[in-house]
Every structure is written in structure tokens, then in C-alpha cells.
């Protein structure tokens, strides 16, 4: 190496060699700059011998904020020029390939496991290819054609010896369809020895079914439930959908011996259940199945439900399992408590030892969550509700000593009970509107989160019945906490490590040849990466933005000259593709199918959606190049689109009210902007018309806070006005500038003038919706003092509606905590919205 070439390379050796990985990728990214074909040897031999620079450096470019797409390109040509300079490297070829597969480079990944394959002659160096060249397939039907070329001469070769390989080769037919050759694939000897793995054999059967292949779908799922699992739930499944295909196509006799050979089949395995050391529930829940499926007579059907509750009606999952077999009751209130008597007769009230006694609390809850899903807890009266909640807060009450001793980590048998009487409040205020219910829901369950501090069914409905009570995290950022915009961005953390440990896990998953999860690995890359929540978070921390600098207009104007929009995409095809992760069955449902399900009762809006999104998108995109100073901005194509995208009929139903009046408001005074500089048209005068229409009968928050009782809706309005009115001052003073109006003197001269009669009313409206919503904020600072806590906590306590637990002294004293704590933050809220007010009105200019 001569000196020259050694002097550039020094500081970075010296960065590697000193443990300081953030100054060698600094050095490392300058000289693949100035020399991108430079092999840098040395750098590569440093990367071998210290492993953890490799992950420190990925670490550093989470921080760094660095493109992932530009980190792990720089970390390709690394690698791939240390490859070719030493091509019997078996090392930095493994790594040349690896940062390809980080890099998502799949034809890449490719060319270099064959070259792997050539030099080493090593299998996996070909199933990597094979792999490889299938994830192309999505594009390029020749790639699946090349794969299974491939797949089929290693078979014939051969080198198919593990279950992966059989994935593999798997997964290459099914992604064509081609379901005969997967078939014929697992009948072969490798394809017989794959079947002991469960998604194998689960995998056959659904080729059964597709083809349907009914006798030999029933033969392989009994010899998997004989054989291997009865408990297979899927098998089961399988089975009896084999048999009512049967059933359907054979004649009367046959059709007999076929409901003969289930009944046998359920039959025997139930007898070796009951003989087996640990109850299996498969058989007995199989026996409901095919009752339910073959029309069994009520009485039947009824007597195995009971049968099935007495074996395993203290389990969780109960409920779940009896909810399709008793579905028939709900259309009978009658038949349905005749029911509910006859389950509850099955119970032991008088155990004596603890496990009974635990057993027996599960079996209650599972008998009044199946009380709740027959519809015997709907429609009930304000005394009926309060005397049924009352019920079920004395039995969690009464499970409390059970959990005496329990790990802090695991729930308190009785949670359930709470969780319940929460909904059936709920259902009351649905019915009665009175928020005194919420409170003492949020009461009785804040104090059995205390108990079990880990229970995560307690936390989202806590969750979402603040949110119905005062605020949600959709709209706190314009009227609550400063440390909502940390939240934001720690939950953008999740994101920022999928882009590396992600892509760490498909790694792992070439090394050792799991090729059946390296597609589930990037799918789950992929949904992140285009997740749903990530964009809604951006748009959010944007308008936390915009809030902040928007209490003088030339500093909102700055903002929207300098915000980055390059992540908040409007078009449609953007948001097509963003993915909702969120599985909202996780909160607890015991309503029937004809009634809204739990968490959308306790739902007070519609949830931040795609309309939502594109919506706010097309907001901030609009303002950004409304303020921007580039001539290429097309305000003009976006303020059309989003015209156009208004008008969609689905639009207001997606959002609240107050948003989407906001929204028109925008849409109103853009096109207005865009019109203005045509002194002939009368159009611009015609959008300012319909603005100032839009602030003073729809966006004012006048009536807030005047004799009301506390709701989300309250602070939303207010906090909407807030934001309508920054959004407005934006646009209205770029529409000054286009118009000349810079100056004080100017703006009060253009006042003055008669012809400007409607843009002084647009004006004048803007600035009486800061004055309408600053008074609204001070009287929330009213409403919440004095004796509104007093006099909130009394009014519960001496109602007709307060539950039993509120009229013993300790409980009274934690619900007066509760409420007080409560008052606090609706007036740390309503403070927070008068001191955001209160600064606007002083720098605005009259």
C-alpha cells in the first residue's frame, strides 16, 4: 500500500481500532464518496475481526437517522469488493450475500449464492439462490418457472434431505397454484417425514380440501387426531367439512354410514380423553360441533352444552368455546334464562377447598359472560343495570382473599367481574347519557388495576373510557400534555428498529435454513414499514408542530416554509397501501353478533382511519405549498385533488364533524388563494363568502362549557377551533401577500376599502373564532373550579345510580380521589387551551 493510500485510510483504522464506530462510519461514508469502486481491504478485514462494529454501526444509523437504503448499500459494496478481491473468502462472500438480504436486493442475493454454490459446492449456497430467485417470482412469473426448475433437478439430485427444503419446494408450488404437484410432492418419501411437523400437515389438508379430496381429507385429519393430536382443533374442522361435502353428494345410506363413522370417531376419542392423565377438550367440543352441524334435535344439542360446561367450565376459554352452540337461545329470552338456571345449577357454591373454590369463580364469569352474549343484560333499566353491576362488583369483592399471595405479574381470579359490570355501565350511558356511570366504572376499575397491575384487558378499557370522558390521543396533542409529542416519538422507536432488527431475523433465518419463515419476516418488514400508525403518528407530530409555532403568524408561516413533507403522502395509492395493525379483538367482546361489539361501544368516535389520514395529509401538504417560497410547488393540483377528494360521500362519515367542517374551511380559503390574484373573478370572493360562513355558524365553540356536563366533545370542539384558527391565519396572510398587503398600513387601507367587503369579513370571522375560543376556555378555567369536584362527587354518591361500593365511607374517599384527580386534568386541559389562546390574541393584529 503506498503512503498516500495509507495516510487517507489512517484516521478511519484508528476510529475502528479505538472503539469509536460512529467517527469510522463518518470516515468510511466520505471515502466511498470520493472513491465508490475502492475495495478498502483493510476496512473489511477490521469488520471480520470485530463483529460488534458491524451491529454498532447499524445501531449508529438508527441515531444517525441515516436512509437504510443508503447505510446498506454502503455496507453491499463493502462487502462485495472485499468478495472479489478475495474471492476464496468464504466469510465475506456469507456477508456479501447477508447485506443483500438486508438490503432487500433479491436478484442481488441471488447472483451471489450461486457464485457461493460455484465455488464452495456447498447445499445451502443453492437453496439460498433457490430462495432467492422465488421472492422474485411476485414480479416475475420466469422466476417461480426457474425455481422450481431448480427444486426439481436438486430433488432429482438428491440434495433434498431436510423438512425446510420441503417448505421450500412448497412454497414455490403454492405461490403458482399448483396444488396436484404439491400433493404429489407430499406423498413422496421426504414429503412423508415432513407431515410430523403440524403446519406440514396442515398445509396438506388444506390442498385436500381446495381440491376437494373429501375421503382422503377425512382419512389424513383422523389419523392426525388419532395418531397425534386430538386436540387439533383444525383437523376437526377439516373433518367435518370433508363430511357435510359427503354427506351432500352421497346418497341416503351412505349418508347415514358417514354420520355413523363421526360419531364414532368423536366417540372413541372422547372415551380415551376421559382415560388420558390430562383432559383434552377436542373430542367433547367435536361432539358440539357435529351436533350443530348435523341440526341435532334442541334438547340434544342442550344437554352435551351441559355436558361440556361441567367439564370445563372453569376454564377461560369457555365461553368462547359455547358461544356458536348457543346462539339458537337468543331468539328465545325465555328459553335462554330457562339456560342460564340450568348452568348455574351445575355449580358447587359451597366448595371448601381453594382450587374449588377458584374453579367455581371462573364458572360464574363464563356463565355471566354467556348471560351477556344471549342479550339477557340488554335493554335494562337505570335500576335493573345499577342492581345487576352491583352484583358483580360484591363477586369480585367476594374473589379478592383468593388472590392472597399471588405474583404481582398474574390477575386476580375474579378481574372478569369488573370488566363485565364496566360494559354494563357503559350500556347505561348509552341509554341514559349520564357520565356519573363512566366515573364509577373508571372508579371500580382503576382500584382492580391496583390489584393486578398487569392485566392488560383492564388498561384498554380504562384507556378508551377516558377517552369517551375527556380526551383521547387523537386530539390531546392540540389541548393536553407537552409530553405527548415524547410519546409520539418513542412509539416511532418500533419503527426505527424494524429497519434493523427485522432484517437481522431473515438473516437468521438463511443461516439456518428456516426458509419457511423468511417470507413471514418480510412480510412483517413490510406492514410495519407501510404501517398505518407510523404514518397517522407523523401527521400528528406535524400538527404538535404546527400548534407550536403558530401563536404568531409569521413563525406559522416559517414552520410550513421548512416542514418536511416528503413522508406525508396524500395520493390515494399511498394510502391504499398503508396497513392497519392494530387487532382490536384483543378487547373483551361478550355481545351477540347483532349487537355493536365491545370495543366499538366503548368507541366514542370513529378511530383514526385512511380517511383520517389523507384527509390531514392533504392539509399540511397544502400549507407547505402554500408558504413555500420553490416555484415548482403545484399548490394549485393539490388544492383540486383535494377538492375533488371532499366531495367523496364517505369522507364525513370517516371523521368527527368538527374535522371535517375544519377541512372544508381549508379547502375554502385555498381555493380562494389560488383564485385571488384574478381581479376579474368573482369566484375567490365566493370561497371567502363560504369560510367565513363556515367559522361563524359551525366552528365556533361558543356554547362550550355553558351548564354542560363533562365530555370529550367539549375539549374537541375547542381544540378544533384552535386549530381551524391557525390553519386559517396561515392561508389568510399568504392571500396578503399575494395580494401586496405586507405591511400594517396596507392591510388597513385594504380594510377600508369597500371592494374588499368580503375578505374583511373572512378576516374579522378568523379572528372572532381566537376570541369565541378564548372565552370558551375561560369558562372551562370556571366550570372546574369552585365546587364543581364537591359538587360532582355528591351528586354521584346521594343518586339513584350510585353503586353500593360508593356508599361505604373508604370507597367514597377513593372515588372523591379519583374525581379530584380527574378535575385536575380536565383543568389542566381547559389551561392549557386559554393559555394557547391567550397568546394568539395578543400578537394579533386589529
Not at 432484517?503 to 414499514?529: C, N
Request: proline share 2%; aromatic share 10%; hydrophobic share 40%.
Amino acid at each position: 500500500m503506498d503512503y498516500m493510500t495509507e495516510k487517507k485510510l489512517r484516521p478511519l483504522y484508528e476510529a475502528i481500532d479505538e472503539g469509536q464506530n460512529k467517527l469510522a462510519l463518518q470516515h468510511t461514508t466520505k471515502l466511498l464518496k470520493k472513491n465508490p469502486d475502492w475495495p478498502l481491504v483493510k476496512v473489511h478485514i477490521n469488520i471480520y475481526k470485530h463483529d460488534h462494529v458491524f451491529n454498532e454501526l447499524l445501531n449508529i444509523n438508527i441515531f444517525l437517522g441515516f436512509e437504510s437504503s443508503y447505510f446498506y448499500h454502503a455496507i453491499v459494496e463493502l462487502y462485495e469488493n472485499a468478495a472479489n478481491l478475495q474471492p476464496k473468502n468464504e466469510e465475506f462472500g456469507n456477508h456479501w450475500f447477508m447485506a443483500m438480504v438486508r438490503n432487500n436486493d433479491y436478484k442481488g442475493q441471488q447472483a451471489a449464492a450461486l457464485k457461493l454454490h460455484r465455488t464452495f459446492k456447498q447445499n445451502k449456497y443453492l437453496f439460498w439462490a433457490i430462495m432467492s430467485l422465488a421472492l422474485q417470482g411476485k414480479n416475475s412469473a420466469l422466476s417461480y418457472t426457474l425455481a422450481e426448475r431448480m427444486m426439481g433437478k436438486a430433488q432429482e439430485e438428491g440434495r433434498l434431505d431436510e423438512v425446510e427444503h420441503m417448505r421450500l419446494y412448497l412454497l414455490i408450488l403454492l405461490d403458482q397454484n399448483k396444488h396436484e404437484q404439491a400433493l404429489a410432492l407430499l406423498d413422496s418419501a421426504l414429503g412423508q417425514k415432513s407431515l410430523r411437523d403440524p403446519e406440514v400437515r396442515q398445509i396438506k389438508i388444506e390442498l385436500l380440501l381446495a381440491n376437494k379430496k373429501w375421503s382422503e381429507v377425512m382419512k389424513s385429519t383422523e389419523q392426525a387426531l388419532r395418531n397425534e393430536n386430538s386436540d387439533d382443533w383444525i383437523s376437526w374442522r377439516a373433518y367435518f367439512d370433508a363430511l357435510d361435502a359427503l354427506i351432500s353428494e352421497k346418497g341416503q345410506d351412505e349418508a347415514k354410514s358417514l354420520v355413523a363413522q363421526g360419531r364414532d370417531l368423536v366417540t372413541q376419542l372422547s372415551k380415551q380423553a376421559l382415560e388420558a392423565p390430562v383432559l383434552k377438550r377436542g373430542p367433547f367440543l367435536a361432539e358440539l360441533e357435529l351436533d350443530y352441524r348435523l341440526k341435532e334435535d334442541e334438547k340434544t344439542i342442550l344437554n352435551n352444552i351441559l355436558s361440556y360446561f361441567k367439564r370445563f367450565g372453569s376454564k377461560s376459554c369457555c365461553f368462547e368455546d359455547l358461544q356458536t352452540y348457543t346462539s339458537f337461545l337468543k331468539q328465545d329470552a325465555t328459553k335462554a334464562k330457562t339456560f342460564i338456571d340450568s348452568l348455574k345449577s351445575l355449580i358447587n357454591d359451597e366448595p371448601k377447598e381453594k382450587p374449588a373454590v377458584i374453579k367455581t369463580v371462573y364458572k360464574n364469569v363464563n356463565v355471566r359472560k354467556i348471560e351477556r352474549y344471549l342479550g339477557l343484560q340488554s335493554k335494562l333499566s337505570l335500576e335493573q343495570g345499577i342492581g345487576l353491576t352491583n352484583e358483580l362488583v360484591q363477586a369480585y369483592r367476594d374473589a379478592l382473599p383468593l388472590g392472597e399471595g399471588l405474583e404481582k405479574t398474574e390477575n386476580q381470579y375474579g378481574d372478569d367481574y369488573v370488566l363485565l359490570a364496566s360494559h354494563v355501565l357503559v350500556d347505561l350511558y348509552h341509554e341514559h347519557k349520564d357520565p356519573a356511570v363512566l366515573i364509577q366504572a373508571i372508579c371500580i376499575l382503576e382500584d382492580a388495576l391496583e390489584k393486578s397491575i398487569y392485566n392488560f384487558h383492564l388498561k384498554l378499557t380504562l384507556v378508551r373510557l377516558y377517552a369517551i370522558h375527556y380526551f383521547t390521543d387523537r386530539f390531546i396533542s392540540l389541548s393536553c400534555l407537552d409530553e405527548v409529542e415524547q410519546l409520539f416519538l418513542e412509539s416511532l422507536m418500533i419503527y426505527k428498529s424494524n429497519q434493523v432488527e427485522t432484517p437481522e431475523m431473515i438473516v437468521k433465518a438463511y443461516q439456518y435454513g428456516t426458509f419457511s419463515k423468511i417470507q413471514e419476516f418480510i412480510e412483517f418488514r413490510t406492514r410495519l414499514d407501510s404501517s398505518l400508525q407510523q404514518a397517522i403518528t407523523n401527521v400528528d407530530l406535524a400538527r404538535i408542530d404546527s400548534n407550536a409555532s403558530s401563536f404568531q403568524v409569521k413563525y406559522a408561516v416559517q414552520y410550513f416554509q421548512d416542514l418536511d413533507v416528503s413522508k406525508i403522502k396524500y395520493d390515494d395509492a399511498f394510502i391504499a397501501e398503508q396497513s392497519d395493525n392494530r387487532d382490536f379483538k384483543v378487547f373483551l367482546n361478550c355481545n351477540s353478533e347483532e349487537q355493536p361489539k365491545g370495543e366499538e361501544l366503548f368507541r366514542l368516535t370513529k378511530s383514526t382511519n385512511r380517511v383520517w389520514l389523507q384527509m390531514y395529509s392533504y392539509i399540511l401538504n397544502i400549507l407547505s405549498a402554500a408558504c413555500s417560497t420553490k416555484e415548482n410547488k403545484d399548490s394549485g393540483s393539490i388544492i383540486k385533488q383535494y377538492t375533488e377528494f371532499l366531495e367523496r360521500k364517505e369522507i364525513a362519515d370517516e371523521v368527527t364533524a368538527q374535522e371535517f367542517t375544519m377541512a372544508k374551511y381549508v379547502c375554502e380559503i385555498s381555493n380562494a388563494l389560488i383564485l385571488i390574484k384574478d381581479p376579474a373573478s368573482r369566484k375567490a370572493t365566493d370561497h371567502l363568502k363560504k369560510a367565513a360562513t363556515l367559522l361563524e355558524k359551525e366552528l365556533s365553540p361558543e356554547s362550550t362549557f355553558v351548564n354542560e356536563s363533562v365530555s370529550w366533545y367539549l375539549f374537541h370542539k375547542v381544540s378544533i377551533a384552535v386549530e381551524s384558527f391557525n390553519y386559517g391565519t396561515v392561508l389568510v396572510e399568504m392571500i396578503n401577500r399575494a395580494l401586496g398587503l405586507t405591511s400594517k398600513d396596507a392591510k388597513k387601507k385594504a380594510a377600508e376599502n369597500a371592494n374588499n367587503d368580503t375578505f374583511v369579513r373572512m378576516n374579522e370571522a378568523n379572528k372572532k373564532l381566537l376570541l369565541q375560543t378564548q372565552a370558551a376556555a375561560r369558562r372551562g378555567n370556571d366550570f372546574f373550579k369552585g365546587s364543581f369536584q364537591k359538587n360532582l362527587t355528591k351528586s354521584i354518591i346521594e343518586s339513584d345510580y350510585a353503586l353500593d361500593h360508593f356508599k361505604q365511607k373508604p370507597n367514597q374517599n377513593r372515588l372523591t380521589d379519583r374525581i379530584k384527580k380527574m378535575t385536575q386534568s380536565w383543568n389542566n386541559s381547559v389551561s392549557h387551551l386559554t393559555e394557547e389562546s391567550d397568546r394568539r390574541v395578543l400578537k394579533l393584529q386589529f
